[in-house]
């Protein structure tokens, strides 16, 4: 199983970015996928999350703002973030499900990672 993300660059405050995260190896509509950050210095924490069913779960300091999509024919996860703030500049990764069609909060739920896409955001 393969994650590649991409799409992070520099932005200013207020802009707005797409991630994507194209899997190979798994059928992203039948898997809980994730979408982590992680911060210089900090943990890695949970942005938002799809379960195969289509429910999402964002983190409270994303809600209104990221919106987590998946496009089963292009087998690929997005994450829409809006109205970036400087506090966002982070490592984004995306992550996969072993077994299960539930995506969690939790980091230690998910079995396969991305290799990460800087987002950097300008005050």
């Known amino acids: 199983v393969q994650l590649q993300a991409s799409g992070g660059g520099l932005v200013q405050a207020g802009d707005s970015l797409r991630l994507s995260c194209a899997a190979s190896?798994?059928?992203?509509?039948?898997?809980?996928m994730g979408w982590f950050r992680q911060a210089p210095g900090k943990e890695r924490e949970f942005v938002a999350g799809?379960?195969?069913?289509?429910?999402?779960y964002y983190e409270d300091f994303v809600k209104g703002r990221f919106t987590i999509s998946r496009d089963n024919a292009r087998n690929t996860v997005y994450l829409q973030m809006s109205s970036l703030k400087p506090e966002d500049t982070a490592t984004y990764y995306c992550?996969?499900?072993?077994?299960?069609?539930?995506?969690?909060?939790?980091?230690?739920?998910?079995?396969?990672w991305g290799q990460g896409t800087l987002v950097t955001v300008s005050s």
């Open positions: 992550a996969a499900r072993r077994w299960h069609s539930i995506a969690t909060m939790r980091r230690d739920d998910y079995w396969y």
């Open positions: 190896g798994r059928t992203v509509s039948s898997t809980g």
């Open positions: 799809i379960s195969a069913s289509s429910t999402t």
